[in-house]
């Protein structure tokens, strides 16, 4: 059995520090995901030429309530450039972005203070940002969203109850060490899952530190893991049958910025060549792994939950050579 790898990518504009001081800050768009330096895109431009040079087929999750503030154009041109290089292309939402349909919102941060989580929502409410979700999505021209991504991977049971009766069959929500659900029977660090009637691709959450009965948990990211990681989680999965590996990353993960407006970049190597080899590694063992995307998913066979909930575990030497490559790539 071919063990599945989803590239998944977060494309989503920046709040840029306009609630903290609105006077001074104001959002950031399309820089934050094309990310140029002089005339050149480090971010989804370096993303589109990899994935074309590697035959890598990834799925975007685009953030879709930005057109709040900055109106269809900057968004649908990005989701459409990705379109048509071949990629999926999926629903993601921070609903942070909808405290911009109010006109007076500079007022309201004082008394009302936005907030951008999806748990602990009301049904009603997370349904009609998934309506808002769909109805952007048709009017950018990409169709309807079989898959969703909650914003900062923040979820719960209603969530996928809001998912249901929308008609989204696929989530990619649960990443448990950026965001640990209340609920254990979310808690899921590797695999394919079944939560009522969606199918839940999680973000692998792995064991990279272990002190006796402590252990540190990572979620598997292009910037927050080294290749050695990635190359040491993919060969252990397949070992252990774990039939998917989802692993998140951003466009803005290819530079360094030094600004809320995103106008200070220097590419940043490292990550460029993590994504390089992932991609380089999953074109060469295509005996071992299939790379898929979350509409195939959706399209596939009645999907079962995974029989375990696999943790990964990478060697200690790994975490510790990341932190000293990651502390001097930040410096």
Excluded at 100 to 111: E, G, Y
Excluded at 177 to 201: C, K, M, N, T
């Amino acid at each position: 059995m071919k063990t599945k790898v989803f590239v998944t990518i977060d494309t989503e504009f920046s709040i840029g520090g306009a609630f903290a001081d609105p006077i001074r800050n104001q959002p950031a768009g399309a820089q934050v995901v094309l990310c140029e330096i002089g005339g050149k895109s480090h971010g989804l431009g370096f993303l589109l030429d990899t994935f074309a040079k590697f035959g890598t087929k990834a799925t975007f999750f685009v953030e879709a309530l930005n057109s709040y503030y900055f109106g269809d154009q900057p968004m649908r041109e990005l989701a459409l450039r990705i379109k048509a290089a071949g990629h999926d292309v999926q629903l993601h939402l921070h609903p942070v972005w909808t405290y911009f349909k109010n006109p007076d919102w500079m007022d309201r941060l004082s008394s009302e203070p936005p907030s951008d989580h999806m748990y602990g929502r009301t049904l009603d409410q997370l349904s009609q940002w998934l309506a808002d979700g769909i109805v952007i999505f048709a009017r950018w021209g990409l169709g309807r969203p079989v898959a969703l991504r909650t914003g900062s991977l923040m979820v719960d049971n209603t969530v996928y109850q809001a998912m249901e009766l929308a008609g989204i069959p696929v989530g990619s929500n649960v990443g448990l060490a950026l965001y640990w659900p209340d609920d254990p029977a979310l808690q899921f660090f590797s695999g394919i899952h079944r939560v009522g009637s969606v199918v839940e691709a999680c973000v692998t959450t792995y064991i990279d530190l272990a002190l006796g009965k402590r252990v540190h948990y990572k979620t598997l990211t292009i910037t927050g893991s080294s290749w050695q990681e990635m190359r040491t989680l993919l060969l252990r999965a397949h070992q252990s049958k774990v039939e998917s590996i989802i692993i998140l990353t951003h466009p803005f993960e290819y530079v360094k910025n030094k600004s809320l407006d995103f106008t200070r970049l220097l590419p940043n190597r490292i990550n460029q060549q993590r994504l390089s080899c992932l991609c380089e590694f999953l074109r060469d063992h295509g005996d071992l792994f299939e790379v898929a995307t979350m509409s195939q998913l959706a399209s596939a066979s009645p999907v079962a939950s995974s029989a375990d909930n696999v943790i990964l575990k990478v060697p200690m030497l790994h975490a510790i050579g990341r932190m000293v490559q990651n502390s001097l790539n930040d410096r």
